[in-house]
């Protein structure tokens, strides 16, 4: 009898412990960008976000996608709105004033190393080009609401705008423009969904500048940007970062296909990133020399 009585009263001792944290735990909803069968990069994000979110133990999440997969400008207005609850972009001064990031580069720095989509037959345009008065020559193209567009014409890059990504693969099919900068890790991926078009990954050019893509959330959700940010720091200080990071079929593709280290490199400066980004913690920017 005396047994069963201590028995009884370390359950309730125990029960009284974890009973708050019952209470208070709760199952939260998120609406995010539509992620399946859009590519290889929505799906690297999505995950690294489920992969901050993981690391909460006071709650669970379910994931609910938009309906239809929703451009830069659209998803900004959906989330100012409340009718999404994280987005995920590359950073500007503008964005930063609208929406709350949370600075950890989600590509480790990559998104800033830019590589061309060209049309299957035309490297030749680009096999003499060894100057950047050079690359000037030739017209890029670009959603027209990316901070990449500011950065590149900034620079004296010539760039075609227009208001939808799918359209920029069927423009550079039909000759409108001569190269569609992506980050290092995108073309590959980019160019296998879409078989029917004759596009392939020029070899000879890198176009650097500084481009951090962060996970953001709505001005004034403090609770959840920063669970995310402490989802992710957890994740870059046990490793489990850049297991996700170097693991990924995209990242794979360019350490084995990019060959960075042996392409033309023309740096630009980028005006628009916030003075707030984190260059000087290394633990979250990739050396390139790791991809060697």
């Not at 964005?95 to 998104?111: F, T």
């Not at 039909?174 to 029917?196: N, T």
């Not at 079929?249 to 003075?275: G, Q, S, Y």
Request: proline share 5%; net charge neutral.
């Amino acid at each position: 009898m005396l047994k069963l009585i201590k028995h009884t009263l370390v359950v309730c001792s125990i029960l009284t412990v974890l009973s708050p944290l019952l209470v208070n735990a709760k199952n939260i909803e998120i609406r995010h960008n539509k992620v399946e069968g859009v590519g290889a990069k929505e799906e690297y994000q999505f995950g690294l976000l489920k992969l901050a979110l993981s690391y909460d133990k006071e709650n669970t999440y379910t994931y609910k996608p938009a309906s239809q997969f929703l451009p830069q400008s659209t998803m900004v207005e959906q989330l100012k709105s409340d009718r999404l609850d994280v987005v995920w972009t590359g950073t500007s001064k503008e964005l930063e004033a609208q929406i709350q990031p949370i600075r950890i580069p989600l590509y480790k720095g990559l998104l800033g190393h830019r590589i061309f989509i060209i049309r299957e037959g035309n490297q030749y345009k680009f096999d003499n080009v060894n100057t950047f008065a050079e690359l000037k020559q030739l017209t890029a193209a670009q959603e027209r609401t990316w901070a990449d567009t500011k950065i590149l014409r900034s620079a004296g890059i010539p760039v075609i705008g227009t208001r939808r990504y799918e359209n920029l693969f069927y423009m550079l099919e039909g000759g409108r423009y001569d190269y569609f900068p992506r980050g290092v890790h995108e073309p590959w991926s980019e160019i296998a969904a879409r078989p029917e078009l004759p596009l392939t990954v020029e070899k000879r050019i890198l176009v650097k500048y500084p481009m951090p893509a962060y996970l953001w959330v709505q001005k004034g959700n403090y609770e959840l940007a920063q669970k995310i940010e402490s989802g992710l720091r957890q994740a870059i200080e046990d490793g489990s970062f850049d297991a996700y990071f170097f693991g990924n079929p995209m990242i794979k593709d360019v350490i084995e296909k990019a060959h960075l280290t042996e392409r033309v490199v023309f740096e630009i400066n980028n005006p628009f990133v916030p003075d707030t980004t984190p260059f000087d913690d290394k633990s979250l920017w990739l050396d390139i020399s790791q991809l060697k």
